[in-house]
């Protein structure tokens, strides 16, 4: 999006995004494709693609832009001609936006999905050797716009591809919340009796270095092959092409920004590994599909829950807001063991106070530790002791992001009341009765 007063000239003279345009300043002419605006540069400029294939940046003021030609839309991508297999098992792919599944119309400058198996063929043309693949789009959105109503279409997408005589569903999203979606997933899915992936790309297809291609590969071997019964993440298990790991929806983190191995399993061990010719490796306990349960999905959330982070000298103000608000709940993310600010010198800066104060009004409190690894402990030293005593529910070993989703899946389906007593109870895998160490920090 260009500026106000650029937007504004633009559509004056009816142009857009893709139209072929000559501009004229300071005694030079020069033509080319009006480019998308990035968020990097001067708010003064317009981007124009030259023939030659460059982009060039030139002041808006002062010049004087004329439109040649209309944009010729954006490219059709190449199609491969396969027919699907019939004898192979049925399988779901849910696209809903993200690095994985977009392609670059480098005339333009746009961004589009792949939306037809045949498109997605070309480009991975193992797909068809492993499933029968049904596509849908539900919307295309990047994940940190994500939130509550999208995992409830998603849910909902899941229930409808499983009861259509789907094996198993695909979801490839965006990475930087996939973590977030797992969780919610893993507690909407009622009577899950089958495996539903997500996974995604660090790196797009059109990179050489893509893990786009084999993780959609690994992911649909998983759903089409294995008997898990779980939601997961299925990502790149190092920074090589050797084979995927698939993590339990609750237990999984992204733990790097960039890193094609960035997601990890936190207390807890990955449930299998994959590799692209189709072998799984099982690892540890999970839920089996057994039988012809239905399931369901049971997809009420409030929204009003927040996620909160203690540190040192950190404002217990913040409980305020919320209160104010008139949020349900608050999962904090303390500190070791489970610790927020209790006795500092400035003792305006406790948060004993604050939560004593949103407990007695019935919000529903979780303490959950920004360490990650590990679990938190109400117990073990006296300030802890007092955070527990106003009421507040130690959420074990449950990551903090977890704990959010959960308690926001829970306040949407129970009183307060209940979802306390729920919180710290293990539903989908989130709560381990003896933390494993996983790989930490590997």
């Known amino acids: 999006m260009y500026a106000d007063t650029i937007e504004k000239e ?23 494709e009006l480019m998308p605006k990035t968020g990097v540069g001067s708010p003064d400029t317009i981007i124009v693609k030259l023939k030659s294939g460059y982009n060039i940046g030139i002041n808006f003021v002062g010049t004087r832009v004329t439109k040649i030609a209309e944009s010729e839309g954006p490219i059709k991508f190449p199609a491969a001609k396969l027919k699907q297999d019939q004898d192979l098992p049925k399988i779901s792919l849910i696209i ?14 746009g961004v589009y999905p792949l939306i037809k198996p045949e498109e997605l063929f070309h480009d991975v043309p193992e797909l068809s050797k ?30 409808r591809e499983l009861g259509s005589g789907s094996r198993g569903v695909v979801i490839a999203m965006g990475t930087d ?66 084979e995927c790991q698939f993590l339990r929806g609750t237990k999984a983190r992204k733990m790097h920004s960039t890193r094609r191995d960035a997601f990890r399993p936190i207390n807890d061990t990955p449930i299998a590994y994959v590799n692209k010719e189709g072998g799984i490796k099982y690892n540890g306990q999970y839920k089996k599909i057994s039988g012809n349960s239905k399931t369901t999905a049971k997809t ?27 949020y349900k709940g608050i999962i904090i993310e303390g500190t070791g063991m489970g610790h927020t600010p209790v ?28 360490t990650l690894y590990g679990r938190v402990n109400s117990n ?62 590997v």
Request: with cysteine.
């Open 96 to 109: 809903t936006g993200g690095t994985i599944v977009n392609k670059i119309d480098y005339r333009t400058g």
């Open 10 to 32: 633009l559509r004056k003279q009816g142009i857009k995004t893709g139209d072929r345009i000559k501009v004229e300043y300071s005694g030079v002419t020069i033509e080319g």
């Open 300 to 326: 009420k959330f409030e929204g009003m829950v927040a996620l909160i982070k203690t540190y040192p000298g950190s404002d217990p103000a913040v409980i305020d807001f919320y209160l104010k608000r008139g």
């Open 177 to 242: 919340t996939m973590h977030y979606t797992a969780s919610a997933l893993s507690f909407m899915l009622q009577n899950l009796n089958a495996p539903v992936v997500i996974t995604g790309a660090q790196r797009s297809g059109d990179r050489g270095s893509s893990d786009a291609f084999m993780n959609l590969i690994c992911s649909a071997h998983i759903a089409a092959k294995s008997d898990i019964a779980e939601v997961g993440i299925c990502m790149h298990k190092s920074s090589s092409d050797n």
């Open 130 to 159: 492993i499933a029968r693949i049904a596509m849908k789009n539900p919307f295309s959105m990047a994940s940190e716009d994500l939130s509550y109503s999208e995992w409830k279409t998603l849910a909902e997408e899941v229930v």
């Open 343 to 370: 006795t500092p010198s400035k003792k305006e800066m406790s948060w004993i106070g604050p939560i004593g104060e949103a407990i007695k009004k019935g919000v529903v409190v979780g303490m959950t530790t920004q």
């Open 380 to 441: 073990v030293y006296t300030n802890l002791r007092k955070i527990s005593e106003l009421g507040v529910v130690y959420c074990e070993d449950m990551l903090p992001e977890t704990a959010y989703v959960k308690l926001g899946w829970l306040l949407g389906n129970y009183d307060a009341n209940e979802a306390k007593e729920r919180l710290n109870k293990n539903i989908a895998g989130e709560i381990s009765s003896r933390t494993e160490l996983g790989e930490f920090l």
